[in-house]
């Protein structure tokens, strides 16, 4: 019996011993596998599952940007359990976080709330260590799947036959992505295409894949391969996640109706509430980015009846109620949203609902009306500081179209003051400021029209205006005696106002607001809690003088300040404020003043309809302000300022409103060069030059040289009119210029010469008209030649030539670009000024010499 207990000993020994030596791809897959999974991979899973339990928790939907995410994650299903999961595509996301998007929507990878931050730490080297410590949760899941794949793949014939080293690939492939390492996630899922390309659930990896090409921004390969995958029919759980990656790399690539299409079919594929809820409100932005507001409003409704989360609930009824068409039931719709804002924890949002009853309100043409739900929303305690930004934005909006811009520049500035979404704060930043520059100019054109509309009254006339202004003044001041007396009585006593802002409304049982600061000692001594309760006051109440009744005189009055201290009425009572003298003798009589006025107030009134195009490409407005501008007579440098802002922005889309410009240009100021602009307005494209275009030219030059300018000026207007974007258009005006000069005088040649810079700068035409103009403008004196370069005599008394000679055009032989066709002569004489313009002796000077350089070369054929 002991023998037979030795023998089996001994053969259980070199069995155990044999199986040690075994190479490991020798040893047995299912224990492999069973090691693997409730080893390092199991460790794996659940590093990665705690890091999109983190993101889930730690997610905040930004219902301001262009698109919501449709994934914020809750459980992350990996490798086998995909396909045991019927709920797959519900309990498998990623979150992708919305960022800035100019063409669709930004594919960054998202940041991990909650999560410590990588600080120079690194997970364990690859052959198997443990994590080092401080890593975050995700280098830690990618640790634990590489040591999973170097401790347990069984790789026989280049085939991978432990099963469970696909989920270590799938694991290792999400975590990259998630660390912004998508080409290195894409190598690990090449692992699995190359050595497990018969597995069921190389779609998974395939999509992962797509995600891949997604993030390093290379749409066309992630469409290809999403498409691909529609195409092999794979399974319906696969498909579930497929159509919402596929969507939102759509949108990424900025191809928003293909992504209306896919959010259609991942709605109808997912069955998950929450899910259905945030496809359905991602679908609704996209169609209201479309300008399909009816089923961007039926998708919006669609979210809200699946929706599983209050924010989410309050923020589509927003969205219903922001596209309106404005032809539905609007009263049914009003009293829907005001009814829901008084029950229940709704009430506790009812700035938002006024806020979205205004919104409605517009849709429907009710403009008071909405102006009125927005200041009723103000009255309301903030929920979200975004709303109460937005809803100052529509009351200044309001003041804007009234013209008002002090009233909306103070709007404006509350809206920034609250807004906590950065692109809209930019955007009103700029707003703000140019509707400060146009405050500017606006109320300096009224004070001074103000003015001079008083020095042309009589004594009679200003003592009965001023009489009717004091009668108002007295009122005015007789109200505001009674507010503050009412004001002084009520004081310490409850006046029944019990609003969010009011002092009785029970908002909060401590004293002072509560910051979250739960330290316990006297207010004041925390600076950080009073550094919090300041910013607090103004972000609800702007900036307050210490004063009586602060809540209620100020805020009513600061408006209408403002609008004071512009228009220059002073807001200190003077004594003698009663008596129309006091008033009559602050008007100035001097002359010389008042043109002064009036100069100001033309220059800000040119200025100001050049900033209502610049600024709000507002043409009409624009327009009425430059012509209300020309009916009064401002100086000749204002008047061809306007005339010619007026015909720049008007005759290519509005030929008629330029057209009174155009006239008053070419009638009164002919030989300007504005009036050479609305002569031939600058064209910005040229064909190819044809071959009767450069026999016109040729025939032109010839008449030039045989000193037929008319003629030559003929053949140029007519082959102009009939070829207006020749490429030789510019050669012809520079040759029509000397034609000018020739015939009538310097003067003249030099307006057609500054035409030719200003519309043709960057041809070689337009930089030597340039050159030529500094030439001619200058101080040289002139010597006399004729048409060889040789100098003429000239008599006392005898009048001067028109122009230098020596300036000559493009030859005719010389079409091609270069300067060598010009005339013998031109090329071997010295040049030497022509003609003395100003009577002077000829004096020595080192200015450029125009000689070649002045000949026009023809531009490159476009």
Known sequence: ??????????????????????????????????????????????????????????????????????????????????????????????????????????????????????????????????????????????????????????????????????????????????????????????????????????????????????????????????????????????????????????????????????????????????????????????????????????????????????????????????????????????NYLEGISKKGTYASRKNEFYYALGLMANKAGKKDEAQQFFRKSLFEKVSDPQIRGLAYYEIGKSYLEKNDYIGAGTYYDSALAVMTYEPSKILLQDQSAYIKKISKNYYLIKKNDSILSLAKMDNTQRTEFFSKYIAKLKIKEEKEEQERRRAERNKGFDTGDYNANSIFANNNSNSFEDFGVTTKGFYFNNTGTVSKGTSSFKQVWGERALSDNWRFSKKMASIEDMKSEALGVTTVANPRRFEPAYYIEQIPTDQGKLALLKKDRDTASLGLGIMYQNYFTNTPLATKTLYDLVDVKPEEKVMLQALYEIFAMNYEKTPQAAERAKQILLADYPYTSYAEFARNPKNNSFVKSTEDVENEYKKAYALYEAEKFGESKEVIDQTLQKYPKDALVPKLYLLNAFNTGKASGKEVMILQLEQIALNYSKTPEGIRAKEMLNYLKSDLSFLATDNKGNSIPQQPGAPTPPVNNNIQPMASENLNGNSNGAPKDLKQAQPKPSVNMNNTPQQKTDKPKFRNKSIPDRPQNQ
Do not use: W
């Not at 319906?236 to 990424?252: F, M, N």
């Open 1 to 334: 019996m002991k023998k037979n207990i030795l023998f089996l000993l001994v053969i259980c020994l070199v069995a155990s011993c044999a199986t040690k030596t075994k190479k490991p791809e020798q040893r047995s897959k299912l224990l492999k596998g069973f090691s693997t999974y409730y080893n390092t991979l199991f460790n794996a899973k659940d590093a990665l599952n705690s890091e999109f339990t983190a993101r889930d928790k730690g997610h905040k939907d930004n219902f301001y940007a262009p698109y919501i995410p449709i994934l914020t994650f809750e459980e992350q299903p990996l490798g086998s359990d995909l396909g045991q999961s019927t709920a797959f595509a519900e309990n498998s996301m990623k979150m992708a976080e919305v960022a800035n998007r100019p063409s669709g929507r930004n594919s960054g990878i998202p940041n991990i709330p909650n999560m410590p931050s990588n600080q120079g730490n690194t997970p364990s080297n690859p052959d198997g260590g443990t994590a080092t410590k401080g890593a975050t949760t995700l280098e830690i899941a990618e640790a634990k799947a590489l040591k999973a794949i170097n401790k347990y793949s069984v790789t026989r014939n280049g085939e991978e036959k432990n099963k469970q080293i696909f989920d270590a690939y799938i694991i290792l492939a999400q975590s990259r992505i998630y660390r912004n390492k998508p080409l290195e996630a894409m190598d690990a899922l090449n692992y699995v295409f190359t050595h497990m390309k018969d597995d069921k659930r190389i779609p998974l990896a395939r999509i992962y894949q797509g995600v891949a090409y997604d993030k390093i921004k290379d749409y066309h390969r992630a469409h290809e391969t999403f498409a691909k995958l529609k195409g092999d029919g794979i399974n319906k759980t696969y498909s579930k996640l497929l159509s919402i990656y596929y969507a939102e790399s759509l949108l990424d690539a900025g191809k928003k109706e293909d992504a209306a299409k896919e959010l259609d079919l991942a709605f109808e594929l997912n069955s998950n509430r929450k899910l259905k809820s945030r496809i359905a409100y991602l679908r609704g932005q996209v169609l209201e980015n479309l300008g399909q507001n009816d089923k961007a409003r039926e998708s919006y409704t669609a979210a809200y009846k699946y929706s599983s989360d209050f924010e989410f609930e309050v923020k589509s009824q927003i969205a219903i109620a922001k596209t309106f068409n404005g032809k539905g039931d609007y009263n049914g719709a009003k």
